[in-house]
């Protein structure tokens, strides 16, 4: 049992270490050992705060703290000191466990460098954003699908008047003058419709109504519905709604997209340092150069000339395009983009900005997802982009987050899974031993006997229980995955009332088996094994001495649903919902103090969800609770 521990402790793929009370290091896996570049000589028996910085060291030792004074599974978050001087992030994530009756904390740590680093880029980049959205030449203003403003710039309060507090308070149709009250649909219908642009009437905080013209663009974040309302000030400024942002082509300078402009000639007179960086040529390769041919090939470079002018013709403003583009010599690159024409007051063609996105590797989402952000926040580049496209790549960085997130969880769950299950085989041993050990000179040899083969059964209990997690570590791991096959449903559940019938009988409580003994099912054996353990053990758990458990079988449409009932404490109806789900389920002592982590029910809930089957209960407090589960019938 021991050997397989420490196989099983090696070989995992996060770092564990043993830590006492005062930090100091027990033992330590090979990852540990590389997440601090330390040789086991040079780990052992040295305190972990000795890798981290003053501040990190005492949230570690605050940290420890509070798991040997709550006995609750806990994480944190830490910078180790590398010996080269770099820094590495990481979230410890410790559960108090028991060795040689002593307490130390089972700590798993987990690289979180790259998260920290992408959190770092962003509030990076929002920076930059804000300043730009801050000094901009254009009245900025964030509505929600309500129309209610948000946020304003600077420049908003130049030409509206009104204070940012003020503006919190008003709602955009509180500044359209009646003549203007018609644009208030292209707003209200802004989701329906991929292009929002107009002009209309504003009165300002004076009372005073100027003609403007203005742009609505999305924000990067659907679940809010936030809008985006570029206000420009009136045609005696200049130029219409895309002036501005083609005008302004320093913003693009430090961003993480491509960016190129053209004049009316349809020569290059910009291009920014990520575009140059893609293609592998200085500014002055291509500036100048005709129709962006010096960035891409003839036939592209003839394409947008084409569309720039039909747009021009049929008097669109923006055009979008997606292609495979081979730059020079180099490997091929997916770009998405669009082409924000710019006219002046008399509707002549003055030139054109292009916006690239390179969306070839998966890997460059999330720095993709920011760039974009900042193009969306920006002024009129934001239109080249579609509703659905947008859609799409919020999509899946959520399921991004969503991944990292459930990453996380699955680690913490699986050491407190640990600890848990394998304290009920623990307890049966340790019972068998006291009883012998204190009665030894009284027991006759049939009673030694007996007691002695409960010992080893307990034994070997325990180590097929520690087996068993170490396989559904490995199916976590994606090493192997779950095997079903047809399964006698009686020989697991009598397996299962062996490892707790002594535990039943020192409460007095009856165990009571009705599965039919010619049942079977189509699952995984050991998840089944789990689940029954599990329920088993909640039941005795929660039952007063001298009562009764019950287990049983039925066959309902192609399935069978188990059975395992008590006529324990009950739960209460508020904490009924919660019971199968994750940070709500809270563990609770048993009728005689017993002890546990809360985890059992969620691993019952995936490993049957897992064998395609469903798990729910019905109870009241004071009468006992009834669980249920399914499984196909083989």
Same mark, same amino acid.
């Given at each position: 049992?021991?050997?397989?521990?420490?196989?099983?402790?090696?070989?995992?793929?996060?770092?564990?270490?043993?830590?006492?009370?005062?930090?100091?290091?027990?033992?330590?896996?090979?990852?540990?050992?590389?997440?601090?570049?330390?040789?086991?000589?040079?780990?052992?028996?040295?305190?972990?705060?000795?890798?981290?910085?003053?501040?990190?060291?005492?949230?570690?030792?605050?940290?420890?703290?509070?798991?040997?004074?709550?006995?609750?599974?806990?994480?944190?978050?830490?910078?180790?000191?590398?010996?080269?001087?770099?820094?590495?992030?990481?979230?410890?994530?410790?559960?108090?466990?028991?060795?040689?009756?002593?307490?130390?904390?089972?700590?798993?740590?987990?690289?979180?460098?790259?998260?920290?680093?992408?959190?770092?880029?962003?509030?990076?980049?929002?920076?930059?954003?804000?300043?730009?959205?801050?000094?901009?030449?254009?009245?900025?203003?964030?509505?929600?699908?309500?129309?209610?403003?948000?946020?304003?710039?600077?420049?908003?309060?130049?030409?509206?008047?009104?204070?940012?507090?003020?503006?919190?308070?008003?709602?955009?149709?509180?500044?359209?003058?009646?003549?203007?009250?018609?644009?208030?649909?292209?707003?209200?219908?802004?989701?329906?419709?991929?292009?929002?642009? /107009?002009?209309?009437? #504003?009165?300002?905080? +004076?009372? $005073?109504? !100027?003609?403007?013209?203005?742009? &609505?663009?999305?924000?990067? *974040?659907?679940?809010?519905?936030?809008?985006?309302?570029?206000?420009?000030?009136?045609?005696?400024?200049?130029?219409?709604?895309?002036?501005?942002?083609?005008?302004?082509?320093?913003?693009?300078?430090?961003?993480?997209?491509?960016?190129?402009?053209?004049?009316?000639?349809?020569?290059?007179?910009?291009?920014?340092?990520?575009?140059?960086?893609?293609?592998?040529?200085?500014?002055?390769?291509?500036?100048?150069?005709?129709?962006?041919?010096?960035?891409?090939?003839?036939?592209?470079?003839?394409?947008?000339?084409?569309?720039?002018?039909?747009?021009?013709?049929?008097?669109?403003?923006?055009?979008?395009?997606?292609?495979?583009?081979?730059?020079?010599?180099?490997?091929?690159?997916?770009?998405? /983009?669009?082409?924000? #024409?710019?006219?002046? +007051?008399? $509707?002549? !063609?003055?030139?054109?900005?292009? &916006?690239?996105?390179?969306? *070839?590797?998966?890997?460059?989402?999330?720095?993709?997802?920011?760039?974009?952000?900042?193009?969306?926040?920006?002024?009129?580049?934001?239109?080249?982009?579609?509703?659905?496209?947008?859609?799409?790549?919020?999509?899946?960085?959520?399921?991004?987050?969503?991944?990292?997130?459930?990453?996380?969880?699955?680690?913490?769950?699986?050491?407190?899974?640990?600890?848990?299950?394998?304290?009920?085989?623990?307890?049966?041993?340790?019972?068998?031993?006291?009883?012998?050990?204190?009665?030894?000179?009284?027991?006759?040899?049939?009673?030694?006997?007996?007691?002695?083969?409960?010992?080893?059964?307990?034994?070997?209990?325990?180590?097929?229980?520690?087996?068993?997690?170490?396989?559904?570590?490995?199916?976590?791991?994606?090493? #192997?995955?779950?095997? +079903?096959?047809?399964?006698?449903?009686?020989?697991?559940?009598?397996?299962?009332?062996?490892?707790?019938?002594?535990?039943?009988?020192?409460?007095?409580?009856?165990?009571?088996?009705?599965?039919?003994?010619?049942?079977?099912?189509?699952?995984?054996?050991?998840?089944?094994?789990?689940?029954?353990?599990?329920?088993?053990?909640?039941?005795?758990?929660?039952?007063?001495?001298?009562?009764?458990?019950?287990?049983?079988?039925?066959?309902?449409?192609?399935?069978?649903?188990?059975?395992?009932?008590?006529?324990?404490?009950?739960?209460?109806?508020?904490?009924?919902?919660?019971?199968?789900?994750?940070?709500?389920?809270?563990?609770?002592?048993?009728?005689?103090?017993?002890?546990?982590?809360?985890?059992?029910?969620?691993?019952?809930?995936?490993?049957?969800?897992?064998?395609?089957?469903?798990?729910?209960?019905?109870?009241?407090?004071?009468?006992?609770?009834?669980?249920?589960?399914?499984?196909?019938?083989?």
């Amino acid at each position: 049992m021991e050997k397989d521990f420490q196989k099983f402790f090696e070989n995992a793929p996060v770092g564990y270490f043993v830590l006492n009370k005062s930090t100091v290091i027990k033992e330590v896996n090979a990852v540990g050992l590389k997440y601090l570049r330390a040789l086991t000589q040079n780990v052992i028996d040295k305190k972990l705060t000795e890798f981290l910085s003053e501040s990190a060291g005492d949230r570690l030792s605050f940290h420890l703290g509070s798991i040997f004074l709550t006995n609750e599974p806990q994480s944190c978050e830490l910078s180790i000191s590398l010996p080269n001087g770099a820094k590495k992030n990481v979230q410890l994530s410790s559960s108090l466990i028991t060795i040689n009756n002593e307490d130390f904390a089972l700590s798993v740590m987990t690289d979180i460098s790259d998260l920290k680093k992408n959190e770092q880029d962003y509030e990076h980049h929002k920076r930059k954003f804000l300043a730009a959205v801050e000094n901009s030449n254009d009245a900025i203003l964030v509505l929600d699908a309500e129309l209610n403003i948000l946020e304003s710039n600077n420049k908003t309060k130049t030409i509206i008047e009104y204070t940012p507090d003020e503006l919190l308070k008003l709602n955009i149709s509180d500044l359209i003058v009646p003549e203007g009250e018609t644009d208030l649909k292209i707003f209200g219908q802004f989701f329906k419709s991929r292009k929002s642009e /107009g002009t209309c009437f #504003i009165r300002n905080k +004076s009372n $005073n109504n !100027f003609k403007v013209n203005y742009r &609505i663009v999305p924000r990067f *974040s659907n679940d809010q519905h936030l809008l985006f309302l570029n206000l420009f000030e009136d045609e005696n400024g200049g130029g219409t709604a895309g002036a501005s942002a083609v005008q302004s082509t320093e913003i693009f300078n430090d961003v993480n997209f491509a960016a190129a402009k053209i004049n009316k000639q349809g020569s290059l007179v910009y291009s920014n340092n990520y575009l140059l960086n893609l293609i592998g040529k200085q500014q002055d390769q291509v500036l100048n150069s005709n129709w962006f041919s010096e960035i891409f090939d003839s036939d592209f470079s003839e394409q947008l000339r084409t569309e720039l002018e039909t747009a021009l013709k049929n008097g669109k403003n923006l055009f979008e395009f997606n292609t495979d583009i081979i730059f020079g010599e180099k490997e091929t690159k997916n770009i998405s /983009g669009s082409v924000i #024409i710019e006219r002046d +007051s008399d $509707n002549e !063609f003055l030139g054109a900005v292009l &916006i690239g996105l390179d969306t *070839s590797h998966e890997k460059e989402l999330l720095k993709s997802i920011e760039a974009l952000n900042q193009k969306i926040e920006s002024n009129d580049e934001v239109m080249k982009k579609s509703e659905a496209e947008i859609s799409e790549l919020n999509a899946k960085l959520i399921k991004v987050k969503n991944e990292l997130k459930h990453l996380s969880a699955d680690k913490d769950q699986y050491l407190s899974i640990i600890a848990h299950d394998l304290r009920s085989p623990f307890s049966a041993l340790y019972g068998f031993t006291e009883y012998v050990y204190n009665d030894f000179e009284k027991l006759t040899k049939d009673e030694l006997r007996d007691n002695f083969n409960n010992i080893y059964k307990s034994a070997k209990s325990m180590y097929n229980l520690l087996d068993n997690l170490l396989q559904w570590s490995r199916i976590q791991s994606g090493k #192997i995955k779950y095997e +079903s096959s047809q399964i006698n449903a009686a020989k697991i559940v009598n397996t299962v009332l062996e490892l707790y019938k002594v535990i039943a009988e020192k409460k007095g409580i009856e165990i009571i088996n009705n599965i039919d003994e010619n049942i079977f099912v189509t699952a995984d054996e050991t998840m089944l094994e789990i689940t029954l353990r599990n329920l088993l053990s909640n039941a005795v758990k929660f039952s007063e001495r001298n009562s009764k458990v019950w287990i049983s079988s039925d066959e309902e449409d192609g399935e069978i649903k188990f059975t395992v009932e008590d006529e324990g404490i009950g739960i209460d109806k508020d904490v009924l919902p919660k019971l199968f789900k994750l940070h709500q389920n809270k563990s609770t002592p048993g009728t005689e103090g017993e002890e546990g982590t809360g985890l059992g029910l969620l691993l019952c809930k995936e490993f049957v969800t897992k064998n395609k089957g469903k798990i729910w209960v019905e109870s009241k407090v004071g009468t006992g609770s009834s669980f249920f589960f399914t499984l196909p019938a083989a």
